[in-house]
């Protein structure tokens, strides 16, 4: 059975760092890109990048370009989102999602249980 | 970048169908996937590459897609339906996945 575990919900103070995290299980976790994608408050989904762990290649949306670093450890089958300095903006639902397929427009087959980030004084 | 455009709210009563329409530009020619996030939980494939259903959807979601609008129907709507329904695909032109804003259906 394909699984997604995210690490649990984190508050942090504006100017602190995070790294969340999302582990798979029940699939060939190298050979599958693996997405990130943040949900606002009340509001819609937004995809942040994405991450082939095989080899870490790595893009990301021009709108989270150089805002998080979305990174990989293929030998315990994980995926990480990483800020360097948080800002209450930043609060949200973080999801990371699976395209089990080869193609680029195969869709987020599975999805994790979600990671809630509030960053606030 | 490409845009996809959702109503935001659709009401029906239980037994009914409920139609989310998807437009964008030429997205005929695209493959566009919908998901159901209900509150509280984590987004759910129901309709992938226009039509098609993964394991486990009921019947009574489908989808199709031409011209400028994509379209997920669902047929005897139940209480337990009541989403967000979002539309996505990929941007070639981009280079990245594209999501609608997404419909909120209401279960009169």
């Known amino acids: 059975e394909v699984q997604l575990v995210q690490s649990g919900a984190e508050v942090k103070k504006p100017g602190e760092s995070l790294k969340i995290s999302c582990k798979g299980s029940?699939?060939?976790?190298?050979?599958?890109?693996i997405a990130w994608v943040r949900q606002m408050p009340g509001k819609g989904l937004e995809w942040m990048g994405i991450?082939?762990?095989?080899?870490?290649?790595?893009r990301y949306s021009p709108s989270f370009q150089g805002q998080v670093t979305i990174s990989a450890d293929k030998s315990i089958s994980a995926a990480y989102l990483q800020w360097s300095s948080l800002k209450a903006s930043d609060t949200a639902m973080y999801y990371c999602?699976?395209?089990?397929?080869?193609?680029?427009?195969?869709?987020?087959?599975?999805w994790g249980q979600g990671t809630q980030v509030t960053v606030s004084s | 970048s490409y845009v996809l455009t959702q109503p935001p709210s659709v009401s029906v009563a239980p037994g009914k169908t409920a139609r989310f329409t998807c437009g964008g530009n030429?997205?005929?020619?695209?493959?566009v996937h919908w998901y159901q996030q209900k509150p509280g939980q984590a987004p759910l494939l129901v309709i992938y590459?226009?039509?098609d259903r993964p394991s486990g959807i009921p019947e009574r979601f489908s989808g199709s897609n031409s011209g400028n609008t994509a379209t997920l129907t669902i047929s005897r709507v139940e209480a337990g339906d009541e989403a967000d329904y979002f539309c996505?695909?990929?941007?070639?032109?981009?280079?990245?996945?594209?999501f609608g804003g997404g419909t909120k259906l209401t279960v009169l």
């Open positions: 999602a699976i395209r089990l397929g080869s193609s680029s427009s195969t869709p987020f087959d599975y």
């Open positions: 029940g699939y060939m976790f190298t050979r599958y890109w």
């Open positions: 991450i082939y762990p095989g080899d870490s290649d790595t």
């Open positions: 030429n997205i005929g020619s695209k493959n």
């Open positions: 590459y226009d039509t």
């Open positions: 996505q695909l990929w941007d070639g032109s981009s280079d990245q996945p594209v």
